[in-house]
């Protein structure tokens, strides 16, 4: 791949990376109440969620998502009633737990990662960055390889994204040591997520 495409690339991809959204604001929530090594080790199910994606658009299914209005909303109602059950469930969190207790409803490492994963796959606008911006650097005489290069950085660059969201969030940590603070953090958290959910529920499939 010329070096001139990934100079536009890198960084065109890292803002997408960087962009404040559901599973951003997830690991900055999860980095806040149980520290970084959670909400990295958590982050494997987005990168999973992701990698499939980019899979997906490779094979160019992804253009169904486009072209396909029930399927676009069908994927886009389930991601935005889950964002909005989770904001809830946030909302409700008791806030008299430790730092590093689990969540109620014996919520751990392994129901952090499922949630990562999901707050991913149930946002069709994802799968659409794959299908509309990777296209624009692939290189045609070196389609898979492009799109293997591709996806390797993007992955590597979200990583990135999560670490810096996550240790943001375990600077909130020092509001947690009280009730107020973590009162606040979780309304915060979750009315946030909730309205990402709204958000999504509304958006428009684009123009095929």
Known sequence: MPLETLLL??????????????NNLLSMTIGA??????????????????????????FGMGALLIASEVAFTVVKVLGAAYLVWLGVRILRAKVDLPLDAPEPGGQGLRGFIRQEFLVAIGNPKAILIFTAFFPQFVVPEHYWGSFLILGAIFLTLELVAIALYAFA????????RNARGLRWINRISGSTMIAFGALLAVARRPAA
């Open 9 to 22: 690339f890198v960084p065109a991809c890292f803002a997408l990376n960087l962009a404040f959204g559901p």
């Open 33 to 58: 109440r149980h520290g970084l090594r959670s909400a990295l080790l958590a982050a494997a199910g987005r990168l999973v969620a992701f990698a499939m994606m980019i899979a997906i658009a490779a």
């Open 169 to 176: 969030g375990t600077r909130l940590s020092v509001m947690m």
